[in-house]
């Protein structure tokens, strides 16, 4: 079974400390992705990668930035965090790299976060 | 663009009824379709997904056709269980891309 692991489940930080939301998979998947989740708005894409070091900017990307050195691994930066920013952050990844979709997508649990 | 649709809820049964999501979609092409369930506080799961035309998709007693001629994929399920009570997301992908397009959300409440 794939395992997208998130490194917190709950996290409270303070307006404009900056955040790091961390995220790793286990089987090899080529592409990787960040949402958050708000009720009544779905889930919302801010960022993925299809590739070490590669990164395109999702539908609300504004506020965040991401950082993918290792294959396994894909973080999310919240620079400069603000009470908007509070919400359910979720990370999933997929297999077939860039333009090769179809797969589905595999979840990890999410991080909870409160900006105060 | 993509887009998925799925009804609004929140959907409540009594354990036992017959359950039906309904999802319809807009794409280019021949999208992947999928239903993902979300139990509370947890991530989403891959319940079931179909990656063809009349494609019928099942796991844990639910189904879903995808359906070309009206661009649906509703999500049924028979006899529906307390434990069933969670979050359904309808969701699309292209094979030539790497983005997902998910529905709003259906909430599922099942009373014994």
């Known amino acids: 079974d794939v395992k997208v692991t998130q490194s917190s489940r709950y996290l409270v930080k303070r307006t404009g400390e900056k955040v790091f939301l961390e995220c790793v998979q286990d089987?090899?998947?080529?592409?990787m992705f960040w949402y958050r989740q708000d009720p009544g708005l779905g889930l919302r894409l801010i960022y993925f990668?299809?590739?070490?070091?590669?990164?395109e900017k999702g539908d609300i990307p504004e506020g965040y930035s991401v950082s993918r050195e290792k294959k396994e691994r894909f973080s999310l930066i919240l620079e400069s965090a603000s009470t908007n920013q509070t919400s359910m952050y979720l990370c999933a990844s997929s297999s077939g790299g860039f333009g090769q979709g179809g797969s589905p997508l595999h979840f990890g649990n999410g991080t909870r976060l409160t900006v105060t | 663009g993509d887009s998925v649709t799925q009804m609004e809820g929140p959907v409540t049964l009594s354990e036992e009824a017959f359950l039906t999501i309904n999802c319809t979609y807009t794409a280019t092409g021949y999208p992947s379709l999928f239903w993902y369930v979300q139990y509370p506080g947890e991530g989403l799961q891959l319940l079931l997904k179909?990656?063809?035309?009349?494609d019928k998709g099942s796991n844990k007693g639910f189904e879903a056709t995808y359906r070309k001629e009206t661009t649906s994929f509703h999500l049924e399920k028979g006899s529906v269980q307390v434990s069933d009570s969670a979050v359904y997301f309808c969701a699309l992908t292209r094979v030539t891309g790497n983005q997902f397009y998910f529905g709003t959300g259906t909430s599922l409440t099942v009373i014994p």
């Open positions: 179909a990656t063809k035309a009349d």
């Open positions: 089987m090899d998947h080529e592409n």
């Open positions: 990668s299809y590739d070490v070091k590669m990164k």
